[in-house]
């Protein structure tokens, strides 16, 4: 399979290994340097300054807390003059507190400003990153989505998207600065004191990083743990919501509840692992980080009693050390949060390093429909290897023309209109449009040029209006009304409290299932394509809206090449060929009126759904009878119609 097309400005698709922080930033720094936006990259090198001037007033701080201590202490150089060192001894510590506050105001100031002006860098390349996956999500194939669950998919995304945040601010905000830091107190510190000093800092952050790399690693697994069971906890909540009905019809809130509390209890029991190993890490880090400020302090104590050393170096010692505290703890935090945010857009990168399984040929050009005319040239199909769907499928839909295709549930005459949207690619054969292969297509041109009626139609959750205009947006309100009464559904739109502002719900669920069905074919009408596909487009719709949407259908194809997946064969009785699909080939092909004569699986097909029709209008016309007061039913001779009106076990045997 050929790699997908990447745009220049975008890096390809890679995988996240495990802990690879070193590969994820090599494939971050294209969205925090991008190479069309001057703007950023200027934020980028304001917030470096910023850091080095926010580190440096971090390393002058403990300096000013020292000489102010001194001056309090009456150490360090003093006017010789009485009058002159009284002053001194008065204006010393406040001027070197003074001068302690300046720089912590200077530290905060230029930390938070490097913050605010990184900020807008980072959550470009959040937006770019949640961007670029959200695109490919919709670039991968149906199979893809059909094997996946949707919640589990935006969770996927959603953490993704706050992993990628995590480490963007992580590394330049809080990694970067960090190492710069120690190693400016380390070289503080060997000039200031000496080397015995470094190597108790060097012992306390070895040991320090070494604990806190052994105990992330033995809490990833945790985290990994705790995220599934959330996954699953999430898509068990959405699963539940949408088929909100289904669970009605069968009372089965208990069990959904239950079914619910079953995978929170899961991550319950991840989560509060979680925190107990955070916990241990922490105290952890409390502790091997006070052994190295203990070590330092008893040292610097010494001296000062051996006279080499102020008071001033002991606070100063101190302040170092907690100073260091700060980095050092960020360097385990850093640590930790980037693990975990590696952790949790593994599935993100995952699915970034997906290939599209149906891909443009190189060199595809756009589809030009001079006519309409489909062939389906010898079509092989198999979803699964060992499972061939269409053996051999061949037939011409010619240009103008409805051709509709029939067969037993499973016969593979949906997958016929999957085909020719090229959801998927062939096995064997080919399928052209007007003489142009559609595999050498583009997809954006082929799916313009169809329109396609579903047998379950799902709309998205906002206006009516919003959901016919999806078929051609740029179609103004009088096109998009115009499509609704073609489509016998602008009556029932205007009886609304909001028109066509009102909203259809979640899955278009407010809405009945054949006015669903109108709204879809209206956003077909609207889009106006040379070809249409009807897939069962009335299977949701009663008798009467049937023939009024029969009617719209037919004016609205009439003139365009038709291919209708039918169930109710009174819906294609005028179709031009009729083709008979059984185990994934034809059995069967030409007008209604043939097909009834060779009486075959068409023939049988036909006569058992006027079976059952001609049962269920014996039914309702038995229930009106009896509906009517005072009224005795005359005496039966006929025992052919005797069978007929007496009623339930002939009528459910006739439907079956």
């Known amino acids: 399979m050929t790699a997908a097309h990447t745009p220049a400005d975008q890096p390809s698709a890679v995988s996240a290994d495990r802990g690879a922080l070193t590969a994820t930033i090599v494939h971050l720094w294209p969205y925090i340097w991008p190479s069309d936006r001057r703007d950023l990259k200027l934020r980028v090198l304001g917030a470096a300054v910023l850091l080095l001037l926010a580190k440096l007033a971090t390393i002058v701080t403990p300096f000013t807390f020292k000489w102010a201590t001194d001056a309090l202490a009456g ?21 070197m507190t003074l001068a302690y ?94 080397w015995r000093y470094v190597a108790v800092i060097l012992v306390t952050v070895t040991c320090y990083l070494v604990y806190t790399y ?20 999430n898509v068990k909540a959405i699963d539940s919501l949408l088929n909100y009905e289904t669970v009605k019809y069968f009372s089965a809130e208990e069990r959904e509840a239950e079914r619910y509390d079953r995978a929170m209890a899961r991550y319950e029991k991840a989560s509060t692992s979680a925190y107990t190993s955070l916990a241990v890490l922490n105290a952890g880090q409390a502790i091997i980080f006070t052994f ?11 001296e000062i009693r051996g006279g080499s050393k102020t008071v001033g170096d002991f606070v100063l010692i101190n302040a170092m050390m907690i100073q260091l505290y700060q980095p050092l703890n960020f360097m385990g935090m850093v640590y930790r949060e980037i693990k975990q945010a590696i952790t949790d857009i593994e599935l993100m990168f995952s699915i970034l390093g997906r290939p599209p399984e149906i891909i443009d040929v190189p060199g595809a050009k756009p589809l030009t429909v001079t006519a309409g005319d489909i062939r389906f040239d010898n079509v092989v199909f198999a979803y699964e290897a060992a499972r061939p769907i269409l053996k051999g499928i061949s037939f011409t839909v010619p240009a103008g023309k409805t051709v509709a295709v029939v067969g037993p549930s499973g016969a593979g005459k949906s997958t016929l209109s999957r085909l020719l949207y090229r959801f998927y690619d062939l096995s064997g054969g080919a399928i052209t449009i007007d003489g142009q292969d559609i595999a050498k297509v583009t997809q954006k041109s082929l799916r313009r040029a169809i329109g396609m009626v579903p047998q379950d139609t799902v709309l998205f959750n ?44 979640e899955r278009g669920l407010k809405l009945s299932g054949g006015e669903k069905q109108r709204v879809a074919i209206a956003r077909t009408i609207l889009k106006g394509p040379p070809i249409l596909v009807l897939d069962e487009a009335t ?39 009729i083709i008979v699909l ?32 001609e049962a269920r209008e014996r039914l309702a016309r038995a229930a009106d009878e009896d509906a009517m007061p005072n009224r005795n039913p005359p005496p039966v001779e006929d025992p052919a119609l005797a069978q007929a009106a007496s009623p339930l076990p002939a009528v459910v045997d006739a439907a079956e």
């Open 292 to 302: 190295g400020l203990a070590a330092a302090m008893v040292m610097c104590a010494y």
């Open 582 to 613: 059984d185990k994934g080939e034809i059995v069967e092909r030409g007008s209604h009126h043939v097909l009834l004569a060779q009486n075959g699986l068409y023939a049988s097909m036909w006569n058992r759904q006027r079976e059952a029709e």
């Open 101 to 194: 506050g300046a720089m912590r105001i200077v530290m905060a100031v230029t930390t938070q400003l490097r913050d605010g002006v990184f900020a807008k860098v980072a959550m470009h390349a959040v937006r770019r990153l949640a961007f670029r996956t959200f695109v490919h999500m919709h670039e991968l194939s149906l199979r893809f989505h059909l094997e996946r669950k949707t919640g589990g998919l935006t969770r996927v995304l959603e953490r993704g998207r706050n992993g990628i945040e995590t480490i963007v601010r992580m590394v330049i905000l809080q990694l970067a600065p960090t190492i710069i830091e120690l190693a400016l107190i380390c070289g503080v510190l060997m000039w200031q004191f000496d």
């Open 462 to 505: 906002d206006t009516i209006r919003y959901n016919i205009r999806y078929g051609r947006w740029e179609a103004s309100d009088a096109e998009v009304e115009e499509a609704a009464s073609l489509a016998q559904i602008d009556g029932f739109i205007r009886l609304a409290p909001k028109g066509y502002e009102a909203e259809v719900g």
């Open 75 to 95: 150490k360090g150089s003093a006017p010789v003059g009485a009058d002159d060192w009284l002053a001194w001894a008065i204006a010393a510590p406040i001027v």
């Open 539 to 577: 299977s949701a719709l009663d008798s009467h809206t049937e023939k009024e949407i029969q009617d719209a259908l037919e004016r609205v194809s009439k003139g365009r090449t038709t291919l209708v997946i039918a169930h109710r064969l009174s819906t294609i009785v005028g179709a031009d060929e």
């Open 214 to 233: 052994f105990a992330t690693e033995w809490r990833i697994g945790i985290r990994r743990k705790m995220n599934d069971s959330d996954t699953d906890a």
